[in-house]
């Protein structure tokens, strides 16, 4: 592809050819102009690739809150959203285009290779006219019966934990429509949740994280939807936590190893035993198999709160929940005065997944959020 300075040089000469007195050029020299143009049109549009390779590497369409890099092209450009789509295609192709390809030859050839065309035939297709590159790839495209047992034999989801089990890897292969319902639906979710309080949005990538948790999170309740509806057994070694201030010493039971702000969250959500262990390592004392915050007070506080987010500003229902502005850990009390409503988005995600705190000082119904406390090094305490 040629530089930025030579496609501008380039289009100085198709700008000296609108001087040009059409009626006194050759059939020749007229078919000449024709090219031209149409080389330069391809010139511009290969320049606009690169230029959209970058927003998409910087995620501006994300953070303009655009699902597509189509559909932020379209918004953009002020062009139809097939010619978005189209740009989106070359802005991810691995074609490249020889000087003077027009443009559609360039969109014919790089759908030929994303169908998974060998390179001879690529090299082939440049033998053949628009018209029959799209039939080298309608003919690749075709699917056998085989094809499809192969897709529906092909398919896996696997979960692995970090060694450390702090963090899970999930990967696998979905048939072809099964693919598109999974990544629509998550698609769908994700747009759901907004920006964080400092205006910050999360990517897309990570919304859809929050979305498939959500969902999990959905099936996963018991009593009506009223919560959580997983025990989650929870072991504090009192010798380790309490001078680390939680940051080590506390353990799920053959669970994920987990931190300050997960456990925060289990005491804000979650049905919980907690088990204590002296210093030779024998279970001491075990804490009621509860909710640890009772039924009853969860549906009061909630009633309280007008049954919506009471974040400033956000009118979410979705799975609210009490949260004890100060901490369990810090000793906070699980009492009306201490817990206000959040819907998932900000207590799943701003509070006890970025770190995020209530200001206290907030009106009871326009919560506004503080940053993360840093909490002190163990050692000077
Ligand atoms: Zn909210």
């Known amino acids: 592809m040629k530089t930025l300075e030579e496609t501008v040089a380039h289009l100085r000469d198709v700008d000296a050819l609108f001087g040009v007195d059409f009626s006194g050029l050759t059939s020749d020299e007229l078919e000449m102009v024709l090219v031209t143009a149409e080389a330069a049109i391809a010139r511009l549009r290969l320049l606009q690739t690169v230029a959209l390779r970058s927003a998409e590497d910087r995620q501006i369409p994300a953070a303009d809150g655009c699902k597509t890099l189509a559909e932020w092209t379209a918004g953009r450009l002020d062009v139809s959203i097939n010619t978005a789509r189209t740009l989106a295609l070359l802005t991810r192709s691995e074609v490249v285009a020889d000087d003077g390809d027009s443009i559609d030859r360039v969109e014919a050839t790089t759908r030929l290779a994303a169908s998974g065309a060998p ?14 590159v799209g039939r080298l790839r309608r003919h690749r495209e075709r699917v056998s019966p085989t094809d499809e047992q192969a897709a529906h034999d092909g398919r896996y989801l696997v979960f692995q934990p970090t060694l450390d089990d702090g963090t899970w890897r999930i990967h696998g ?6 693919g598109k319902l999974v990544e629509k639906v998550l698609t769908d979710w994700a747009d759901t949740f907004g920006a964080h309080p400092d205006g910050h949005r999360d990517t ?55 931190g300050v702000q997960t456990l925060e969250e289990i005491l804000c959500t979650g049905i919980a035993e907690v088990i204590a262990h002296t210093e030779d390592g024998t279970a001491m004392t075990y804490g009621r198999r509860s909710r640890v915050v009772p039924a009853a007070l969860r549906r009061a506080v909630l009633h309280r709160d007008g049954q919506v987010c009471t974040s400033d500003g956000c009118t979410s229902r979705y799975r609210l929940q009490p949260h004890h502005m100060t901490p369990y850990a810090e ?44 909490r002190p090094p163990p050692d000077t305490e």
């Open 173 to 178: 292969r979905l048939a072809g429509c099964d």
């Open 331 to 374: 000793g906070g009390h699980t009492d009306p005065d201490n817990l206000t409503t959040l819907c998932w988005f900000h207590h799943h995600v701003v509070i006890h997944g970025r770190g995020m705190g209530i200001d206290r000082n907030s009106p009871p119904l326009r919560r506004r959020f503080r940053p993360p406390r840093n």
């Open 204 to 258: 897309r990538r990570q919304r859809m994280a929050d979305a498939l948790t959500a969902i999990c999170a959905d099936n996963n309740d018991t009593e009506g939807g009223d919560g959580p509806g997983t025990l989650v057994t929870v072991h504090v070694d009192a010798s380790q936590a309490g001078p680390s201030r939680g940051e080590a010493g506390v353990w799920v039971e053959a669970g994920p190893r987990v």
């Open 119 to 132: 390179n001879a035939d690529i090299e082939f297709s440049r033998s053949c006219d628009i018209a029959g």
